[in-house]
């Protein structure tokens, strides 16, 4: 058996009136990927911070041994000294710094306290040869996409000489060839001897790479698979205590007539002008239906759904938009909600919600006049409003009144949800709209979608998920390169049918793009 490198013995954490961690024990074996999963709000990020310092000793009960001894740490500079390092689903980048002042940011390369800006960049290259980045050290970060961060934070870790390296849902905003690359990455620092802890919700990729499993429910410790135990049944009913035979909820289609019709939309982009992004789509949703847009990263779906939503990207717009048959102005946001028309972001932390402020403001900030009289707010109507949205969609919180950064990120979704759903709208464009939540928020947030179409809400969802769409939707428009490729009732639908569309229309872009030089050369 491999030694053990880390033990956590009856940790329990409690925060005022709520105990977040209950007797917790964990263990990691050198050079292994432990894998932690758990419903959101179920402990793992909280765990985490205490053994990384972020809540110091004397602020939870329990014990921490790493490498044989006693730990207790005062601050993460602590436990990255003992060489734990944690890298969060939120980056810690500076992103006007380059790469290599972000890898040594508070570990500087200095002599006689001056930075050694040679021997940073010196080192930054080594360290990102390892993590299989080939950028110039001395890249912005503001210029290099999400992947290749995760891999500069990975890089940074790597520079402090790191032991067990933490993952907190990795993968949650990378697209399937980023994270194929990082988990063969972390695959290939388990060769090296360094132990990984990696939290996600994406089961498939736990199954993947992960030797063992520890699954944490309601501030415990659940049970602990090795890994010919683990199978995705299994993980899910030690999650949420329950077996979810169909992970997603029955549906008996009521269509009616179109009430969202998009025509010739085109799009360019609001910094390079000259550059299509959206290009001359053709699209509609009936009452009562739930219509995907399924695409790899970067096909323009977010782009089209947020120019669509008051024109809140891109210049140049030209199209038309139809609410009920009759031409809609969505020029502005608040006359798109004013249409009918709603859109939930994608990125709730920083698009969705008011992080600091609590429930009630959140919910009903779409809406103001439906609880205000005479420009003044009602606070006994929004109160009475905010309980019934958080009953509705069951936001699990001690009141309306707790501040919404401190709810689990299933919990916050609920909270855009009901932010939109108070706003009553027609139209409901859903972007991304169980990214980083667990399979039970999940089938919660898939109920409240069905429910929304049988009252005759027309639904457009984004989703990279490919079963997802597959799973709730009723018919899936392809998107490649700015352009809808492919349509197809999703009982006809499958992954394979979806990525030979998305094919077909890399083949076909090229072509074009070869056509255009060939006339230009002409020209």
């Known amino acids: 058996m491999q030694d053990t490198i880390l033990e956590m013995r009856g940790i329990t954490k409690t925060f005022p009136g709520v105990k977040a961690l209950s007797d917790v024990n964990l263990n990691v074996r050198a050079g292994e990927i432990l894998a932690i999963v758990g419903e959101n709000g179920a ?41 734990i390092v944690i890298i969060h689903q939120e980056l810690a980048l500076v992103p006007l710094l380059s790469i290599a002042e972000n890898i040594f940011l508070g570990n500087e390369q200095a002599k006689g306290g001056i930075i050694d800006w040679n021997l940073s960049r010196k080192r930054a290259a080594e360290l990102l040869k ?35 390296l933490i993952l907190d849902e990795p993968t949650a905003s990378l697209s399937e060839k980023d994270s194929q690359a990082l988990l063969d990455l972390l695959l290939e620092f388990k060769r090296q001897g360094i132990s990984c802890i990696l939290i996600s919700h994406k089961l498939n990729e736990v199954g993947r790479v992960a030797d063992r499993i520890t699954v944490i429910r309601d501030g415990r410790t659940i049970e602990t698979m090795e890994r ?57 949703v009936r009452k009562g239906e739930v219509v995907g847009i ?77 609880v205000s009289s005479g420009g003044v ?19 699990r919180s001690s009141s309306v009144y707790q501040t919404t950064g401190n709810l689990s990120g299933g919990n916050q979704q609920k909270v855009v949800l009901s932010k939109w759903l108070f706003s009553n709208p027609d139209v409901l464009i859903l972007d991304e709209p169980t990214r980083g939540i667990d399979v039970g928020a999940k089938y919660e947030i898939y109920t409240i979608i069905n429910r929304l179409v049988a009252e005759g809400k027309a639904i457009l969802v984004i989703s990279s998920e490919m079963p997802e769409l597959l799973g709730i939707t009723d018919r899936i428009y392809v998107m490649n390169e700015g352009r809808l490729v492919g349509e197809m009732p999703s009982s006809e639908a499958s992954q394979e049918r979806i990525m030979r569309a998305i094919v077909r229309g890399e083949a076909q872009d090229e072509a074009q793009r070869e056509q255009a030089q060939k006339e230009e050369a002409v020209s």
């Open 43 to 83: 402990g793992k990020s909280t765990l985490m911070k205490v053994l990384s310092g972020v809540y110091p000793y004397g602020s939870y009960e329990g014990e921490i041994r790493f490498l044989g001894e006693e730990c207790r740490f005062a601050s993460i500079r602590d436990s990255e000294h003992k060489g």
């Open 294 to 370: 399924a695409g790899l990263m970067g096909a323009g779906r977010t782009e089209f759904a947020m120019s669509v939503f008051g024109k809140s990207y891109g210049v140049k717009i030209s199209g038309d938009v139809y609410l009920h048959g009759k031409l809609a102005d969505v020029s502005t946001v608040d006359r798109a909600i004013a249409q009918g028309l709603a859109y939930a972001t994608e990125d709730r932390k920083v698009y969705g919600l008011n992080l600091i402020d609590h429930i009630k403001h959140n919910v009903t900030a779409a809406n103001l006049k439906g």
């Open 228 to 284: 010919e135990q683990i199978s995705e049944d299994r993980i899910i009913t030690s999650m949420v205590g329950r077996s979810l035979e169909d992970r997603y909820p029955s549906r008996e289609p009521k269509i009616g007539e179109t009430v969202f019709e998009v025509k010739n939309w085109s799009v360019y982009h609001p910094v390079h002008p000259d550059r299509q992004i959206i290009k001359n789509i053709d699209l509609h």
């Open 130 to 164: 390892k993590v299989g980045l080939n950028e110039d050290p001395d890249t912005l970060i503001t210029n290099i996409g999400t992947g290749k961060q995760q891999l500069v934070e990975i890089a940074k870790a790597l520079a402090k000489n790191v032991k067990l």
């Open 377 to 395: 707010i009602d606070d006994i109507k929004e109160l009475t409003v905010a309980n019934e949205y958080r009953k509705k969609t069951n936001i």
